[in-house]
């Protein structure tokens, strides 16, 4: 399957590849399509959704910081 040259990196490519191709025959679906689900639905939601965890969480710390700076 891959042949970067890097064996470890090929080596963790081809077991996500046949990881992938098991659980798409599992699922009923091919691979292309749980690819489709992983990397353009999945990936691109959990990614959004950690950059408003991330900006919730930043809001939150500035206001405690605040409130910490006004106790005298």
């Known amino acids: ?11 963790i490519f081809n077991w996500c590849v046949i990881a992938l191709v098991e659980l798409a025959k599992l699922l009923g679906i091919t691979y292309e399509e749980i690819n489709v689900w992983l990397f353009c639905v999945a990936w691109p ?13 930043w809001r939150q710390n500035r206001y405690l910081r605040r409130q910490f700076d006004a106790i005298p």
């Open 1 to 11: 399957m891959a042949n970067s040259g890097i064996v470890w990196i090929d080596s």
């Open 45 to 57: 939601v959990f990614t959004l959704t950690l950059m408003y965890w991330c900006y919730s969480l």
